[in-house]
Structures are given as structure tokens and as C-alpha cells.
């Protein structure tokens, strides 16, 4: 396994636009931290995001992992080249003929994208420890801890991601095609939506059931949109008679479907790798 | 026994396309290889298929009489298919680092390999830089970074100018001389004459000869004569039973013997006859007309 780790290692390292792009990442999400910056003035209202509470334990958990999650775009990038360059480059060819066999090759970019995701959720904790510890208004012990589970859906949020561009990396052999296609495919689980929910399931959740169980849409189920949830804005709609009964945990079944996903995009990438002729 | 490579009955088609038909040869320690055969007849499919980058449709090869998994197999064979594959962006060392990882073998190989093929001073230079001479010496210092027990090489020399052809050649040479195994693809005929010792001749796919470059056809050589009087010449051949076909050419007599007769027996025996020869050279046929003559008789 250290030696898989090492082959990519050095394959990434020695790439200047790869080097590049996980720093950008990462100093990016260290920027997370400048929300507490936010200040305007309206008028006579002088407002700074820090103090509306945003940075509360246990909120910013939800929060800082929802955000950080946008980031990973940028690994994204990384991640579909290094599958993709293999193919351009016809390294993979000259892999596998030194002697690296394709359930270690496929397994070496897992491990990659593993330890990715591990980095980035140590980074966020981190970040949004320091930053609750600041900002917070509770600091006790139990405060702290609760909904630390989020960090747990962001790293599987990410390796389930990672393992997407991963396949599409194989698949589609051609970077830009293969981040293309990725967006692509957010446009098409969008139609779809629209159209089960117009056309075939009028009434009633189904269309929201079987949504769920598409890859891109599973894996944004484990992190939701925490901004209605915060305290400011629901006050707001209350005072326009709106109230928010949402769900904002993330169920057993959520993290199962991105699980299963994953499985299929590794299992998949090998099985395309093994029919494959180079 | 030291066999390292045997392949029964590979067969692989692309389709309705049979790249390689019902193929069958073994390869012994020691030896140097030769797969000969025109672009397309199925040499590159072949080593692609015992290298674990092209499924095989159907038969079956075995690496060291099959006591490992081909992958581990392959770490301790060194190979190169057509061009050479880097990584663009690396140097020349980050490169065959990374190659040691893959196999397995030590780091310090690095420094040894890059001096044999001369690019210790191109070490730190990166792969996009190179000539292609120097990629493809670059690939064969790769593949000997674990002293394998097998040198597969396919199409070395294509595309590089004479003298990159002949560095190529000289390595594999002194390479051959180390008493290392190689297996060597080609189209051009004289390349495998120069190195090789052994030779497999494919045509569409199917195998037409293997065995010994100097058993390919059993002959005895011939002759090509000229004299002042060629019309006697010429039916005075035909009269002896020890000579097959003989023929004009340009303005030559060649003979091709049907049994041993050196060229001093046959200028006595011609002296003898009343001709006396102004042109007398005994020559084995080369490899390109061997070549020709087992194409041309299968088909």
C-alpha cells in the first residue's frame, strides 16, 4: 500500500500544474476563515457576519464542512488529469507492462483520492475549531463534539466525488472531455428531476425518492444547505410567515447510497481498465 | 529447464480481423530473438498480449513456466512496445524512479543504467526535451533497470536517423554479449540478420517459420558465374544433376545447389569442361531472400 502511495506520489509531485492546484486548494480552504471578516454597513446598521452567531458550535460544523465542500472542484481537476494523462501520455501502457498490475494501478489513484479527502476533512476540522473557538459564544465540552458527524459525511462526500472523476477520467480518457462531462452530468440529474416531477410522478415524493439515488445528488443529500437553518434567517422568514421544517442530519441510508456509489465507480474503472485494450 | 516464455495457441481478433492466428513458439534462456514479419502481421498484438496490455480472444502463455502471475512475471522482464512512454513533465531520473518503484528494485540502478546508454549527463533534464534517440535509449535504460531476465524490444530503430539506428544496434549488441535474452520485433530484415539467432517469421497473423536463422531453409547456397561463352556454360550446368535451378540473371548464371560443392570443385570441373569463368562468388541466401522465398511459398 505505501508503495502504490509512493508511485502516485511521485507521478503528482513532479507535476508543476498538480502542485499548483492542491496548494491553491488548500490555501483556499484556510480563506474559509476570512467569513469572519465579512462586515458591511448599512446605513446606520453596522454589520459583521462573525457576531450574527454564524460561527456557533455546533452550527459551524454544518457550516464551514457545506463550504469547503464547493472546493473540492479544484481537486476535482487534479484528480481527473492524473487518470486521464495516463491514458495521453500512454503511461499506463508502460505501467502495467513494468509490471504493475491494473487492480494496483486502479488501486494506487483510490488510495490517492483517500487521502485526499483525509487531508482535507484534518484541514477543515482544524480550521472550524479554531475559528468556533474564537467566535463561538459556547464553548463547552458537549457543544463542541455535537455534530461533529458532519466532518464524517464531508470525507465520504469527498471520496465518493473523487471516485466519480476517477471513472470518468477512464471512461473518457481526455481531461477537459471528462470535467465536461461531469457537468454535463449535474445538467442531466437537474432535466431529469424536472422531468419525473412534471411529466411522471406528479404528486407526492417519489420523484424526490429516486433522486436520491443519483450519484451527484446523494452525495450533495450528506452535507444540505445549512443557511436556513441559521438562526437570523429563520427569524426573518418567520416574520414573512414562512417556517422551514427541514431535516438537515444526514441518515444512514445517505451515507449507504454515496458508499455504493463509490464501490461502482472503483469496481467500474477496473472493469473498464481490465476489457480495455491498450 | 530454462524456458521463459511459451505460447500455445494464441489467437486474438479485433473484430472480424484475426490479429494473431492459433500462434504458437517458445522462448529459451540464453538466446537472441527475432519476430520478423511485414507492418500488420500481428508482432506488436503478439507482445501485447504476453505483456498484460491486450486480451488474448482465446489460447494461453506462460511466463517462466507459469510459477508466478504475470504481472510479477513481468517485473523481472524488461520491455519497450513502438515508443517510448514518460511521464513529459519528469526528468530522466524522476522517470526510471519511478520505474524502480513499479518493479521493485533499488534506486541505485538509476545511476548505472543512465551511464550504459550515456544520458547521466541528460539525468536531470526533462522527458519533453529529448531527441528521440534519446527517448528511446532513455526506454531501454528503463527496461534494464532490474537486470531482466528477457529484453523485449519492438520496432527499436523506427524513425531514428542512421546514427540513432546505430547506437540503438551497438547497445543491443553489447546487451546480447552479456548473455542476456532478447527478443527483438522488426520488420527490417537485416536488423534481426545482424542480432539475432533465432528467428520467428509471421505473415497475416500465422506463424511460418521458427527455429534457427541459418536452419530457416536447409540449402547448400549458390552460385553466380560468368564467362566468355555463356550459352555453353549454361547448358553444361543444366547436364549435371548437382545443380537445381539455374538461370540468368542480369548477367550473371546463378546456380542453386542441390547438394554440397565448393568453389574450387566447381572451377576445376568447369576448367575441366573447356570454360573458363571471368566471375566466380558462392554466397548463402540472405535473410530478405529466404524471407521472400517462405512468404512466397505459402501462399
Known amino acids: 500500500m505505501k508503495r502504490l502511495l509512493q508511485i502516485e506520489f511521485i507521478k503528482l509531485w513532479n507535476s508543476r500544474s498538480s502542485k499548483i492546484l492542491i496548494g491553491a486548494y488548500f490555501v483556499l480552504l484556510c480563506l474559509i476563515t476570512l467569513i469572519a471578516a465579512i462586515k458591511f454597513d448599512i446605513g446606520s446598521i453596522h454589520f459583521n457576519l462573525a457576531e450574527q452567531g454564524i460561527f456557533n458550535f455546533p452550527y459551524i460544523w454544518h457550516l464551514n464542512t457545506f463550504i469547503a465542500a464547493f472546493l473540492k472542484i479544484f481537486l476535482a481537476v487534479v484528480i481527473v488529469s492524473m487518470m486521464s494523462n495516463e491514458y495521453s501520455n500512454k503511461t499506463i501502457k508502460q505501467n502495467l507492462i513494468d509490471g504493475l498490475s491494473k487492480k494496483e494501478f486502479v488501486l494506487s489513484k483510490f488510495l490517492t483520492v483517500v487521502v485526499f479527502s483525509v487531508i482535507s476533512t484534518i484541514f477543515i476540522a482544524v480550521v472550524t475549531l479554531i475559528l468556533g473557538l474564537i467566535y463561538s459564544d459556547f464553548k463547552t465540552f458537549s457543544i463542541i463534539t455535537t455534530d461533529i458527524d458532519y466532518l464524517f459525511a464531508y470525507f465520504i462526500k469527498l471520496v465518493g466525488f473523487f471516485s466519480f472523476c476517477l471513472f470518468l477520467g477512464v471512461l473518457i480518457k481526455r481531461s477537459a472531455f471528462a470535467l465536461g462531462f461531469l457537468i454535463l452530468w449535474q445538467i442531466i440529474e437537474g432535466i431529469t428531476y424536472g422531468v419525473l416531477k412534471k411529466y411522471v410522478f406528479t404528486e407526492g415524493n417519489t420523484t424526490d425518492y429516486i433522486m436520491d439515488l443519483f450519484p451527484l445528488n446523494s452525495m450533495s443529500n450528506l452535507l444540505k444547505e445549512p443557511v436556513s437553518k441559521f438562526g437570523a434567517v429563520k427569524a426573518v422568514a418567520n416574520q414573512v410567515g414562512e417556517t422551514f421544517t427541514k431535516d438537515y442530519g444526514t441518515h444512514w441510508y445517505e451515507y449507504f447510497i454515496v458508499i455504493v456509489w463509490t464501490l461502482i465507480f472503483v469496481y467500474g474503472s477496473l472493469a473498464l481498465l481490465k476489457k480495455r485494450d491498450l | ?299
Request: one cysteine or more.
Open chain 2, 1 to 299: 529447464m530454462n524456458t521463459i516464455l511459451t505460447i500455445n495457441n494464441l489467437t486474438k481478433k479485433f473484430g472480424r480481423l484475426t490479429a494473431v492466428n492459433n500462434l504458437s513458439f517458445t522462448i529459451e534462456k540464453g538466446n537472441v530473438y527475432g519476430i520478423l514479419g511485414p507492418n500488420g502481421s500481428g508482432k506488436s498484438t503478439t507482445l501485447g498480449i504476453v505483456l498484460n496490455v491486450v486480451n488474448k480472444t482465446s489460447g494461453d502463455f506462460q511466463w517462466f513456466n507459469g510459477e508466478e502471475s504475470t504481472n510479477n512475471a513481468l517485473k523481472k522482464v524488461g520491455a519497450i512496445i513502438e515508443r517510448p512512454n514518460f511521464y513529459p513533465y519528469m526528468t530522466a531520473a524522476a522517470n526510471l524512479n519511478l520505474v524502480c518503484k513499479i518493479k521493485g528494485v533499488p534506486a541505485n540502478k538509476v545511476e548505472e543504467k543512465l551511464r550504459l546508454v550515456e544520458l547521466w549527463d541528460r539525468r536531470d533534464d526533462k522527458f519533453k526535451t529529448f531527441s528521440l534517440g534519446m527517448k528511446q535509449r532513455l526506454a531501454i535504460a528503463s527496461a534494464l533497470l532490474n537486470d531482466p531476465e528477457i529484453l523485449i524490444l519492438d520496432e527499436p530503430t523506427n524513425g531514428l536517423d542512421p546514427q540513432g539506428i546505430h547506437q540503438i544496434r551497438e547497445l543491443i549488441k553489447q546487451i546480447a554479449q552479456t548473455g542476456t535474452t532478447i527478443l527483438l520485433a522488426s520488420h527490417l530484415l537485416d536488423e534481426v540478420e545482424k542480432v539475432c539467432s533465432h528467428v520467428v517469421i509471421m505473415r497475416k497473423g500465422v506463424k511460418l517459420y521458427s527455429g534457427r536463422v541459418d536452419e530457416m531453409i536447409a540449402s547448400f547456397g549458390f552460385f553466380e558465374l560468368k564467362s566468355e561463352n555463356q550459352e555453353l556454360l549454361l547448358t553444361t550446368l543444366k547436364e549435371n544433376p548437382a545443380f537445381g535451378n539455374v538461370s540468368h540473371q542480369n548477367d550473371y548464371i546463378k546456380v542453386i545447389l542441390n547438394e554440397d560443392v565448393t568453389a574450387t570443385e566447381m572451377n576445376k570441373f568447369l576448367f575441366e569442361k573447356g570454360i573458363i569463368l571471368s566471375h566466380l562468388v558462392k554466397r548463402k541466401e540472405s535473410l530478405e531472400e529466404q524471407f521472400l522465398q517462405l512468404t512466397a511459398n505459402q501462399q
